[in-house]
T-cell receptor, first 111, second 110 residues
Framework: DAGVTQSPTHLIKTRGQHVTLRCSPI?????VSWYQQVLGQGPQFIFQYYEKEERGRGNFPDRFSARQFPNYSSELNVNALLLGDSALYLC??????????FGPGTRLLVL | RKEVEQDPGPFNVPEGATVAFNCTYS??????FFWYRQDCRKEPKLLMSVYSSGNEDGRFTAQLNRASQYISLLIRDSKLSDSATYLCVAPNQAGTALIFGKGTTLSVSS
């Protein structure tokens, strides 16, 4: 079975641009969560979606938004990119409960 | 107190050593905890779940002390392949997110 997939794997953007990151969960999983991981830190929670509804939001500015589609895939959008948005963006999926399985991540570099 | 706090290390141990990592959490209502392993430039991978007093899987043992709000991970007979960052994880109060510690780095040498 395929695990969580994310695209693109790497991305380079300049300040002020916007970016869209994509995630496909494990088949059968209805919940998708997004995390940001900067170097030397643990992942930080951005959003959780379940059945296309936002269930949780972390302490991130409104420049960050997300949505979940009927097939349970998800997009994370970041507007007006800042240098500090450079990070590994991780998507995790889960079925029920809290065990989350992570995709390989998208490495974003903002110049 | 931070939500999840870990000793960042690094822990440098020889092959065959026993090493223990500690983690404290602030949400006393949390019922489940996790240890994830993260290799350099890779995604976190679930190592163990901890739902009651503890869990054991081969060389790995996780223990939970609810009174002290403390979780530990013990690795026996360390292998070179155990070199990684170990992340202690607890759910947030709403149960909608995982809260990660900063991670503890382990380096096992021959």
């Amino acid at each position: 079975d395929a695990g969580v997939t994310q695209s693109p794997t790497h991305l380079i953007k300049t300040r002020g641009q916007h970016v869209t990151l994509r995630c496909s969960p494990i088949s059968g999983h209805k919940s998708v969560s997004w995390y940001q991981q900067v170097l030397g830190q643990g992942p930080q929670f951005i959003f959780q979606y379940y059945e296309k509804e936002e269930r949780g939001r972390g302490n991130f500015p409104d420049r960050f938004s997300a949505r979940q589609f009927p097939n349970y895939s998800s997009e994370l959008n970041v507007n007006a990119l800042l240098l500090g948005d450079s990070a590994l963006y991780l998507c995790a999926s889960s079925w029920v409960g809290e065990t989350q399985y992570f995709g390989p991540g998208t490495r974003l570099l903002v110049l | 107190r931070k939500e999840v706090e870990q000793d960042p290390g690094p822990f440098n141990v020889p092959e065959g050593a026993t090493v223990a990592f500690n983690c404290t959490y602030s949400n006393s209502a949390s019922q489940s905890f996790f240890w994830y392993r993260q290799d350099c430039r890779k995604e976190p991978k679930l190592l163990m779940s901890v739902y009651s007093s503890g869990n054991e899987d081969g060389r790995f043992t996780a223990q939970l002390n609810r009174a002290s709000q403390y979780i530990s991970l013990l690795i026996r007979d360390s292998k070179l392949s155990d070199s990684a960052t170990y992340l202690c994880v607890a759910p947030n109060q709403a149960g909608t997110a995982l809260i990660f510690g900063k991670g503890t780095t382990l380096s096992v040498s021959s």
